[in-house]
């Protein structure tokens, strides 16, 4: 299974991007979907994580009101909406996929997700 995040970019503050990925798995719909990110010198952060079916979702409070995460299993995708866009949510975007049985189980911690893609890099320029 492969993740590839796409939908970065340089934007200005207050401005809005959506990324997405889309793992290439037929069992997309058995894995809770997470965003993270990891600015220079610091370390990956949790940024919001959504359920199987889509209906739990958790954010961190830095983002909360501001992002919203979403998917279509239909077409295998998750995205990651994100509104009045800050200087300090300039990192490197992640996302990845937790295997669960559970049809609600949501995670914030990066060690529960088994699966990694590559980063889309987001600049948000003041």
């Known amino acids: 299974v492969q993740l590839q995040a796409s939908g970065g970019g340089l934007v200005q503050a207050g401005d809005s991007l959506r990324l997405s990925c889309a793992p290439s798995a037929r069992t997309f719909s058995f894995y809770a979907m997470g965003w993270f990110r990891q600015a220079p010198g610091k370390e990956r952060e949790f940024v919001a994580t959504?359920?199987?079916?889509?209906?739990?979702?958790y954010y961190a409070e830095s983002v909360k009101g501001r992002f919203a995460i979403s998917r279509d299993n239909a077409k295998n995708t998750v995205y990651l909406q994100m509104d009045s866009l800050e200087p300090g949510d300039t990192a490197v975007y992640y996302c990845a996929a937790d295997f669960s049985w559970a049809t609600d189980h949501i995670s914030d911690r990066p060690n529960d997700y088994e699966l990694w893609g590559q980063g889309t890099q987001v600049t948000v320029s003041s």
């Open positions: 959504a359920g199987r079916t889509g209906g739990s979702t």
